[in-house]
């Protein structure tokens, strides 16, 4: 049963890097879109971005070229990198995958809340 | 960038209610759409994929259709586990779009 965490740091100051790792147990983070997603408090999803193949990369540009997302296949992860972070970066961040079921998101993390304060 | 418009943004139902949630496609997405099903603190749930198939293990309550730019999610009745925000989401184009989400209430 594949199973995805996300980890790193609760906090990040103003003009900061945040960086997230996703760790995928049960399965291959090679084939399939490995996802990041957000939503700020009492607001909706946005799609931050995802890897394919542990290679391809597809980025949402309402985040402006700030964003890497990176894969460590000897380790099972993937990880998020958001630069130059600002108070509107606050949110619940999730890992999740798609490509099984055409590119619905079939399996989430718990996600993990990131407030962004000096 | 493709917009997806949910309606209503909010409703108030009863146990038992027949529920239908809308969403709209600002441009064509042919079937590529999926509903999701989050809970306060939780992380959201798939429950239908390509506007109408159910994921497996998912309730026979909960049912999808449409194509192109109109796409509903109907619960046929409605079960205390199901309140709860309901969220569309196209993958049709590279940059995949949310919906706004439509919270589900008691009355």
């Known amino acids: 049963q594949v199973q995805l965490e996300e980890s790193g740091p609760g906090q990040v100051k103003p003009s900061e890097t945040l960086s997230l790792t996703c760790t995928v147990s049960?399965?291959?983070?090679?084939?399939?879109?490995y996802n990041w997603i957000r939503q700020p408090p009492g607001k909706g999803l946005e799609w931050i971005g995802y890897?394919?193949?542990?290679?391809?990369?597809n980025y949402n540009p309402s985040l402006k070229g700030r964003i890497t997302i990176s894969a460590d296949t000897s380790k099972n992860q993937f990880s998020l990198k958001l630069t130059s972070v600002t108070a509107a970066d606050t949110a619940v961040y999730y890992c999740?995958?798609?490509?099984?079921?055409?590119?619905?998101?079939?399996?989430w993390g718990q996600g993990t809340m990131v407030t962004v304060s000096s | 960038d493709i917009q997806m418009t949910q309606s209503p943004s909010s409703l108030s139902a009863s146990v038992g209610d027949r529920v239908t949630i809308t969403c709209r496609a600002s441009?064509?997405?042919?079937?590529?759409l999926n509903w999701y099903q989050q809970k306060p603190g939780k992380a959201p749930k798939l429950l239908i994929y390509?506007?109408?198939s159910l994921l497996s293990g998912v309730p026979s309550r909960f049912s999808g259709s449409g194509s192109g730019t109109d796409f509903t999610l109907t619960i046929s009745s409605l079960q205390p586990e199901d309140f709860a925000t309901y969220y569309c989401?196209?993958?049709?184009?590279?940059?995949?779009?949310f919906g706004q989400g439509t919270k589900v209430e008691i009355k």
């Open positions: 989401q196209q993958t049709y184009n590279i940059i995949w779009t």
């Open positions: 049960g399965g291959s983070i090679i084939s399939y879109y």
């Open positions: 890897i394919y193949n542990s290679e391809s990369t």
């Open positions: 441009r064509y997405i042919s079937s590529y």
């Open positions: 999740a995958r798609a490509g099984r079921f055409s590119n619905a998101f079939d399996i």
């Open positions: 390509s506007a109408s």
